[in-house]
């Protein structure tokens, strides 16, 4: 907070209580005071008069109200009294400096404006009036990851680890966002590509994991050159969690960026989705493929559709795999040796995973 804001709560209490009032800062400098003449001049003997067990002082003449931050000094009001008027107008400054105070930081500070940008809790219209008020860069490329844990118990604590990996205040902001999820707000320096994101958001898992045992992922959204597009880059993080839960991805780190095909699945209507399995399985239903089938379709398709790999990675001999391929084309319809149809049954696997989650509502 500005001095002068101090300036004005002085000369505000001084004209109604008649009495000489001023404001000393941890230094002991005076920052404020009705006598003008003492502003800035250094009266250290008054830090030796404060301790935590006492914030109320009455010394040669003068009373002192300290407010104390962590076991320290913050600032102390003095009035040029001793009497208990005095002691009483000491400690209405200290609350009405203390809600001053807090209307200003909650009014200016960067992390609460950067919290409600994300958020989408300010209008967009205002978005660049109060960056412009808390001096924060508009046009810095900026992106959003989500940490969500699996432990609400210890949520502080991660946190607290989270908070620890970013020392720069200024440019990067960390915030609970519930007891499990996590919002970080980094600034995206020159040089910096998605690799080192993705590298960053696994040393914020190693981290949660290795010092206190504690399982997440972390969503990335994607980098926006413009303030007032975080909150889409948190949405995307977002997205990118829910969308990694459905598919059964294994990755702890999960980049909306490189969701492929599952970001089109999820965003689709879950009438269109059953519309679309009943057309691809007119023969037969999904349900009816086992397990053993569906493995081995898995590995087909990691083998990019090579049958003698797919074999030799599954311990089979060849036409063991070509008649399960064949089985699977009369039950379907679709040979996946060919790739129109493979890309056909890919998607319509992921779909299946995505019913499964949302079922249809009639």
């Known amino acids: ?26 230094n002991g400098m005076v920052v404020a005071s009705s006598a003008v003449e003492e502003i800035g001049e250094l009266r250290t003997e008054i830090l030796g008069l404060y301790s935590p067990e006492k914030t109320l002082v009455v010394k040669d003449g003068c009373t002192y109200c300290f407010e104390d931050y962590d076991n320290s000094m913050d600032y102390a009001v003095y009035i040029k009294s001793d ?25 200016y500070d960067k992390g609460v404006f950067i919290k409600n940008v994300v958020l989408d809790n300010i209008l967009p219209g205002d978005v660049f009036a109060k960056a412009r008020e808390v001096r924060m860069p508009i046009d810095s490329p900026r992106v959003v990851m989500l940490v969500r844990t699996d432990n609400p118990t210890g949520s502080m604590v991660v946190f607290d680890s989270v908070y620890a990996l970013f020392p720069n205040r200024q440019n990067d902001f960390v915030f609970n966002l519930s007891d499990k999820d996590i919002i970080l707000v980094k600034e995206i320096g020159s040089g910096i590509t998605h ?4 590298k960053l958001a696994n040393a914020i898992i190693d981290v949660l994991t290795g010092e206190h045992y504690v399982n997440s992922v972390v969503g990335i959204g994607t980098v926006v050159s413009n303030i007032s597009e975080l909150a889409t880059s948190f949405r995307e993080a977002q997205v990118a969690i829910e969308v990694g839960k459905v598919f059964d991805t294994e990755h702890p780190v999960l980049s909306y960026s490189n969701l492929g095909i599952a970001r089109l699945i999820y965003q689709l209507p879950t009438t269109l989705c059953d519309m679309f399995l009943r057309e691809v399985f007119k023969r037969g239903s999904v349900d009816t493929l086992d397990k053993e089938t569906l493995f081995t379709i898995q590995r087909f398709f990691e083998n990019n559709l090579n049958v003698s790999e797919t074999s030799r990675g599954l311990f089979v001999h060849r036409n063991t795999l070509v008649y ?5 084309k009369k039950m379907t319809g679709l040979d996946l040796r060919q790739f129109d149809h493979a890309i056909v049954f890919k998607v319509a696997l992921m779909v299946k995973k995505y019913m499964d ?3 249809v509502k009639y």
């Open 1 to 26: 907070m500005t001095n002068d804001i101090y300036q004005d709560i002085v000369k505000r209490i001084s004209d109604a209580s008649e009495c000489a009032v001023g404001i000393v800062d941890r």
């Open 83 to 107: 009497d208990k008027q005095a002691e009483c107008i000491a400690k209405m400054a200290r609350v009405s400096i203390e809600g001053i105070r807090w209307y200003h930081d909650e009014k």
């Open 195 to 198: 690799k080192d994101l993705e």
């Open 324 to 328: 399960r391929l064949e089985k699977i």
């Open 357 to 359: 989650v949302n079922p």
